[in-house]
Protein backbone atom coordinates (compact mmCIF):
# COMPACT_ATOMS: atom_id res chain seq x y z
CA UNK A 1 0.00 0.00 0.00
CA UNK A 2 1.53 3.16 -1.31
CA UNK A 3 2.02 6.08 1.83
CA UNK A 4 -0.86 9.02 1.34
CA UNK A 5 0.51 11.88 -0.18
CA UNK A 6 0.80 15.35 2.34
CA UNK A 7 -1.29 17.98 0.83
CA UNK A 8 1.72 20.40 0.39
CA UNK A 9 3.22 17.71 -2.22
CA UNK A 10 -0.06 17.60 -3.30
CA UNK A 11 -1.61 20.38 -3.36
CA UNK A 12 1.68 23.00 -4.12
CA UNK A 13 3.65 20.34 -6.44
CA UNK A 14 6.06 23.06 -8.30
CA UNK A 15 5.60 26.05 -6.95
CA UNK A 16 5.91 27.24 -3.20
CA UNK A 17 3.10 27.06 -0.94
CA UNK A 18 1.51 30.25 0.84
CA UNK A 19 3.43 31.08 4.07
CA UNK A 20 1.66 30.45 7.41
CA UNK A 21 2.79 32.81 10.50
CA UNK A 22 1.91 33.57 13.55
CA UNK A 23 -1.12 35.80 13.22
CA UNK A 24 0.36 38.35 15.78
CA UNK A 25 3.83 40.13 15.43
CA UNK A 26 5.43 41.56 18.57
CA UNK A 27 7.05 44.54 18.80
CA UNK A 28 10.33 45.18 21.35
CA UNK A 29 13.23 47.68 21.05
CA UNK A 30 15.34 47.12 24.48
CA UNK A 31 17.30 44.35 25.78
CA UNK A 32 14.41 43.93 28.99
CA UNK A 33 11.43 43.67 26.84
CA UNK A 34 12.77 41.66 24.30
CA UNK A 35 13.67 39.07 26.86
CA UNK A 36 10.29 39.35 28.70
CA UNK A 37 8.81 38.61 25.39
CA UNK A 38 10.78 35.80 24.79
CA UNK A 39 9.47 34.16 28.28
CA UNK A 40 6.03 35.13 27.18
CA UNK A 41 6.66 32.89 24.27
CA UNK A 42 8.07 30.28 26.18
CA UNK A 43 5.48 30.45 28.43
CA UNK A 44 2.12 30.18 25.54
CA UNK A 45 3.84 28.85 22.76
CA UNK A 46 5.02 30.65 19.68
CA UNK A 47 1.50 31.77 18.82
CA UNK A 48 3.26 34.89 17.68
CA UNK A 49 6.19 35.96 16.47
CA UNK A 50 8.81 39.19 18.00
CA UNK A 51 10.38 41.42 16.28
CA UNK A 52 13.41 42.94 18.03
CA UNK A 53 13.76 46.86 17.07
CA UNK A 54 17.36 48.19 15.80
CA UNK A 55 15.51 51.38 14.56
CA UNK A 56 13.55 52.94 17.14
CA UNK A 57 15.20 50.82 19.77
CA UNK A 58 18.45 52.28 19.19
CA UNK A 59 20.13 55.29 20.92
CA UNK A 60 21.67 57.46 18.47
CA UNK A 61 25.42 56.43 18.40
CA UNK A 62 24.78 53.05 20.00
CA UNK A 63 23.59 51.46 16.68
CA UNK A 64 26.21 49.21 16.81
CA UNK A 65 25.99 47.98 20.06
CA UNK A 66 22.55 47.76 20.08
CA UNK A 67 22.88 45.60 17.03
CA UNK A 68 24.95 42.89 18.75
CA UNK A 69 22.77 42.96 21.89
CA UNK A 70 19.88 42.05 19.37
CA UNK A 71 22.27 39.09 17.90
CA UNK A 72 23.08 37.93 21.50
CA UNK A 73 19.87 37.47 22.58
CA UNK A 74 18.40 35.47 19.36
CA UNK A 75 21.26 33.63 20.07
CA UNK A 76 20.79 32.33 23.66
CA UNK A 77 18.53 29.87 24.97
CA UNK A 78 15.93 32.28 25.41
CA UNK A 79 14.84 31.86 22.21
CA UNK A 80 13.58 28.84 22.59
CA UNK A 81 11.30 28.46 19.09
CA UNK A 82 13.68 30.65 16.89
CA UNK A 83 10.78 32.82 15.86
CA UNK A 84 11.80 36.14 16.70
CA UNK A 85 13.27 38.98 13.36
CA UNK A 86 14.35 42.17 13.66
CA UNK A 87 13.66 45.45 11.79
CA UNK A 88 16.74 47.27 10.81
CA UNK A 89 17.12 50.96 9.77
CA UNK A 90 15.88 52.21 6.64
CA UNK A 91 17.35 52.93 3.86
CA UNK A 92 18.06 57.01 4.14
CA UNK A 93 20.01 55.73 7.81
CA UNK A 94 24.12 55.10 7.23
CA UNK A 95 23.73 52.02 9.47
CA UNK A 96 21.49 50.11 7.85
CA UNK A 97 24.12 48.06 6.18
CA UNK A 98 25.74 47.77 8.97
CA UNK A 99 22.92 46.28 10.98
CA UNK A 100 22.53 43.72 8.64
CA UNK A 101 26.36 42.46 8.45
CA UNK A 102 26.25 42.46 12.30
CA UNK A 103 23.27 40.62 12.33
CA UNK A 104 24.16 38.21 9.88
CA UNK A 105 27.60 37.58 11.02
CA UNK A 106 26.91 36.88 14.59
CA UNK A 107 23.28 35.49 13.95
CA UNK A 108 22.31 34.56 10.65
CA UNK A 109 21.28 31.13 11.12
CA UNK A 110 18.68 32.42 13.83
CA UNK A 111 16.80 35.09 12.50
CA UNK A 112 13.63 34.52 11.69
CA UNK A 113 13.18 37.72 9.64
CA UNK A 114 14.35 40.72 8.75
CA UNK A 115 12.14 44.20 8.51
CA UNK A 116 12.59 46.56 6.11
CA UNK A 117 11.35 50.02 6.86
CA UNK A 118 10.25 53.39 5.06
CA UNK A 119 11.10 52.39 1.66
CA UNK A 120 10.16 55.27 -0.96
CA UNK A 121 10.03 53.37 -4.08
CA UNK A 122 10.92 49.53 -5.01
CA UNK A 123 14.53 50.50 -5.81
CA UNK A 124 15.53 50.58 -2.60
CA UNK A 125 13.86 47.66 -0.91
CA UNK A 126 15.31 45.81 -4.06
CA UNK A 127 18.75 46.99 -2.67
CA UNK A 128 18.53 46.25 0.54
CA UNK A 129 17.67 42.89 -0.52
CA UNK A 130 20.12 42.20 -2.92
CA UNK A 131 22.71 43.87 0.06
CA UNK A 132 21.36 40.93 2.65
CA UNK A 133 21.73 38.48 -0.59
CA UNK A 134 25.03 38.90 -1.01
CA UNK A 135 26.30 39.09 2.51
CA UNK A 136 24.56 35.69 3.20
CA UNK A 137 26.40 34.28 0.26
CA UNK A 138 29.47 36.06 1.55
CA UNK A 139 29.45 34.10 5.14
CA UNK A 140 28.10 31.01 3.33
CA UNK A 141 24.78 31.36 4.73
CA UNK A 142 22.48 28.41 3.13
CA UNK A 143 18.86 29.66 4.28
CA UNK A 144 16.65 32.37 2.51
CA UNK A 145 16.04 34.53 5.70
CA UNK A 146 12.84 36.19 4.56
CA UNK A 147 12.43 39.46 4.60
CA UNK A 148 9.37 42.15 5.53
CA UNK A 149 8.40 45.04 3.83
CA UNK A 150 7.14 47.88 5.43
CA UNK A 151 4.33 49.94 2.72
CA UNK A 152 4.20 53.54 5.08
CA UNK A 153 5.22 55.74 2.11
CA UNK A 154 3.20 57.34 -1.10
CA UNK A 155 6.62 56.11 -3.10
CA UNK A 156 6.01 52.21 -1.88
CA UNK A 157 2.40 51.90 -2.16
CA UNK A 158 2.88 53.13 -5.51
CA UNK A 159 5.09 50.27 -6.26
CA UNK A 160 3.54 47.69 -3.86
CA UNK A 161 2.85 45.37 -6.93
CA UNK A 162 6.83 45.14 -7.59
CA UNK A 163 7.70 45.03 -3.96
CA UNK A 164 6.03 42.18 -3.36
CA UNK A 165 7.56 40.31 -6.41
CA UNK A 166 10.82 40.92 -4.80
CA UNK A 167 12.86 37.55 -3.50
CA UNK A 168 13.08 36.24 0.01
CA UNK A 169 10.22 38.66 0.72
CA UNK A 170 7.25 36.95 2.96
CA UNK A 171 5.66 39.56 4.53
CA UNK A 172 4.09 43.30 3.63
CA UNK A 173 3.40 44.93 6.45
CA UNK A 174 0.90 48.65 6.43
CA UNK A 175 2.95 51.17 8.68
CA UNK A 176 0.27 52.88 9.98
CA UNK A 177 1.04 56.18 11.70
CA UNK A 178 4.49 57.04 9.27
CA UNK A 179 1.59 56.91 6.12
CA UNK A 180 -1.34 59.39 7.97
CA UNK A 181 1.71 61.65 8.63
CA UNK A 182 2.98 61.78 5.07
CA UNK A 183 -0.09 63.06 3.77
CA UNK A 184 0.30 66.38 5.78
CA UNK A 185 -2.97 66.72 7.64
CA UNK A 186 -4.81 65.73 4.45
CA UNK A 187 -5.80 62.30 6.92
CA UNK A 188 -6.47 63.57 10.48
CA UNK A 189 -5.11 62.42 13.65
CA UNK A 190 -7.80 60.35 14.34
CA UNK A 191 -7.40 58.06 11.45
CA UNK A 192 -4.73 56.53 13.36
CA UNK A 193 -7.18 55.07 15.75
CA UNK A 194 -10.92 53.40 15.31
CA UNK A 195 -13.30 53.52 13.60
CA UNK A 196 -11.06 56.47 11.10
CA UNK A 197 -8.48 53.75 10.22
CA UNK A 198 -11.04 51.57 8.83
CA UNK A 199 -13.65 54.43 7.18
CA UNK A 200 -11.19 56.77 5.70
CA UNK A 201 -11.02 56.76 1.76
CA UNK A 202 -7.54 56.44 1.40
CA UNK A 203 -6.78 53.99 4.11
CA UNK A 204 -9.23 51.97 2.73
CA UNK A 205 -7.49 52.57 -1.08
CA UNK A 206 -4.39 51.80 1.06
CA UNK A 207 -4.94 49.02 3.00
CA UNK A 208 -6.61 47.19 0.34
CA UNK A 209 -4.24 47.97 -2.51
CA UNK A 210 -1.46 46.52 -0.02
CA UNK A 211 -3.35 43.29 1.02
CA UNK A 212 -4.29 42.59 -2.48
CA UNK A 213 -0.50 42.98 -4.01
CA UNK A 214 0.42 40.59 -1.15
CA UNK A 215 -1.90 37.41 -2.16
CA UNK A 216 -1.54 38.23 -5.73
CA UNK A 217 2.17 36.47 -4.87
CA UNK A 218 1.56 34.90 -1.96
CA UNK A 219 2.98 37.24 0.74
CA UNK A 220 1.57 37.66 4.16
CA UNK A 221 0.00 41.31 5.14
CA UNK A 222 0.15 42.49 8.26
CA UNK A 223 -2.46 45.14 9.67
CA UNK A 224 -0.51 48.24 11.83
CA UNK A 225 -0.83 48.50 15.66
CA UNK A 226 -3.58 49.21 17.68
CA UNK A 227 -2.06 52.82 19.52
CA UNK A 228 -4.54 52.50 23.06
CA UNK A 229 -2.10 49.64 24.67
CA UNK A 230 -4.08 48.41 27.46
CA UNK A 231 -7.86 48.07 26.04
CA UNK A 232 -7.44 44.51 24.82
CA UNK A 233 -11.29 44.85 23.86
CA UNK A 234 -10.14 47.34 21.29
CA UNK A 235 -6.71 45.42 19.70
CA UNK A 236 -9.32 42.55 19.81
CA UNK A 237 -11.82 44.56 17.51
CA UNK A 238 -9.23 45.57 15.38
CA UNK A 239 -7.61 42.39 14.62
CA UNK A 240 -10.70 41.31 13.83
CA UNK A 241 -11.91 43.79 11.18
CA UNK A 242 -8.58 43.89 10.09
CA UNK A 243 -9.00 40.17 9.26
CA UNK A 244 -12.26 39.65 8.41
CA UNK A 245 -13.00 42.98 6.41
CA UNK A 246 -9.53 43.38 4.47
CA UNK A 247 -8.28 40.42 4.44
CA UNK A 248 -5.24 41.00 6.82
CA UNK A 249 -3.33 37.56 8.56
CA UNK A 250 -1.56 39.56 10.62
CA UNK A 251 -1.45 42.21 13.18
CA UNK A 252 1.25 43.87 15.05
CA UNK A 253 1.66 44.69 18.51
CA UNK A 254 3.54 46.99 20.84
CA UNK A 255 2.22 45.81 24.15
CA UNK A 256 1.91 42.57 26.27
CA UNK A 257 -1.87 42.46 26.39
CA UNK A 258 -2.39 42.95 22.69
CA UNK A 259 -0.72 39.64 21.99
CA UNK A 260 -3.41 37.19 23.21
CA UNK A 261 -6.36 39.88 21.97
CA UNK A 262 -4.96 39.87 18.45
CA UNK A 263 -4.61 35.24 18.72
CA UNK A 264 -7.89 35.20 19.64
CA UNK A 265 -9.14 37.81 17.07
CA UNK A 266 -7.52 36.14 14.30
CA UNK A 267 -8.00 32.77 14.86
CA UNK A 268 -9.97 30.83 12.38
CA UNK A 269 -13.97 29.28 13.26
CA UNK A 270 -13.46 26.04 15.13
CA UNK A 271 -16.64 24.84 12.54
CA UNK A 272 -14.94 25.57 9.93
CA UNK A 273 -11.25 23.54 11.39
CA UNK A 274 -14.06 20.38 11.53
CA UNK A 275 -15.19 20.52 8.44
CA UNK A 276 -11.43 21.17 6.76
CA UNK A 277 -10.12 18.05 8.70
CA UNK A 278 -12.87 15.74 7.66
CA UNK A 279 -12.39 17.07 3.78
CA UNK A 280 -8.45 16.99 3.82
CA UNK A 281 -8.61 13.31 5.38
CA UNK A 282 -11.34 12.31 2.70
CA UNK A 283 -9.50 13.54 0.07
CA UNK A 284 -6.21 12.12 1.14
CA UNK A 285 -8.12 8.81 0.89
CA UNK A 286 -8.79 9.30 -2.38
CA UNK A 287 -5.63 10.56 -3.98
CA UNK A 288 -6.66 14.34 -3.93
CA UNK A 289 -9.24 13.47 -6.59
CA UNK A 290 -12.92 15.20 -5.90
CA UNK A 291 -14.99 14.14 -3.47
CA UNK A 292 -18.49 15.16 -1.39
CA UNK A 293 -18.97 16.15 1.90
CA UNK A 294 -21.88 17.17 2.90
CA UNK A 295 -23.51 16.44 -0.36
CA UNK A 296 -21.37 19.67 -1.50
CA UNK A 297 -18.37 19.08 -4.12
CA UNK A 298 -14.45 19.62 -3.06
CA UNK A 299 -11.70 19.35 -5.14
CA UNK A 300 -7.78 21.03 -5.52
CA UNK A 301 -9.30 24.61 -4.99
CA UNK A 302 -11.00 23.84 -1.51
CA UNK A 303 -8.84 21.71 -0.41
CA UNK A 304 -6.22 24.58 -0.57
CA UNK A 305 -8.01 26.58 1.21
CA UNK A 306 -8.57 24.38 4.42
CA UNK A 307 -5.09 23.53 4.35
CA UNK A 308 -4.37 26.57 4.79
CA UNK A 309 -6.94 26.89 7.32
CA UNK A 310 -5.51 24.01 9.24
CA UNK A 311 -2.16 25.04 9.33
CA UNK A 312 -3.47 28.52 10.68
CA UNK A 313 -5.06 27.00 13.05
CA UNK A 314 -2.01 25.10 14.47
CA UNK A 315 0.03 27.82 14.39
CA UNK A 316 -2.66 29.76 16.48
CA UNK A 317 -2.24 26.79 19.08
CA UNK A 318 -5.98 25.94 18.12
CA UNK A 319 -6.82 22.11 18.60
CA UNK A 320 -6.86 19.97 15.29
CA UNK A 321 -8.70 16.89 15.07
CA UNK A 322 -6.61 13.79 16.49
CA UNK A 323 -6.53 12.26 12.82
CA UNK A 324 -5.84 15.45 11.27
CA UNK A 325 -3.32 15.79 13.28
CA UNK A 326 -1.85 12.49 13.11
CA UNK A 327 -2.24 12.60 9.53
CA UNK A 328 -0.63 16.13 8.48
CA UNK A 329 1.51 17.57 11.40
CA UNK A 330 3.12 14.39 13.10
Given at each position: ???????????????????????????????????????????????????????????????????????????????????????????????????IDILLSQAGER???????????????????????????????????????????????????????????????????????????????????????????????????????????????????????????????????????????????????????????????????????????????????????????????????YWTLLKRAEKSGLKVPDAA??????
Open positions: MSKPVHPDVALFEGERPFPVLASCEHFAGSEKLINKALALQAELGPVFDITCDCEDGAQAGQEAEHAAMVARVINSEANKYNRAGVRIHDYSHEFWRKDIAYITIPKSTNVRQAEEMVAYLQDKCRQLHIKREIPVHILIETHGALHDVWQIATLPWVEVLDFGMMDFVSGHHGAIPASCMRSPGQFEHPLLVRAKTEMVAAALANGVVPAHNVTLDLKNAEQTKGDAKRARYEFGFLRQWSIYPTQIQAIVEAMQPDFSEIEDGAEILLAAQANNWGPIQHKGELHDRATYRYKKAFFS
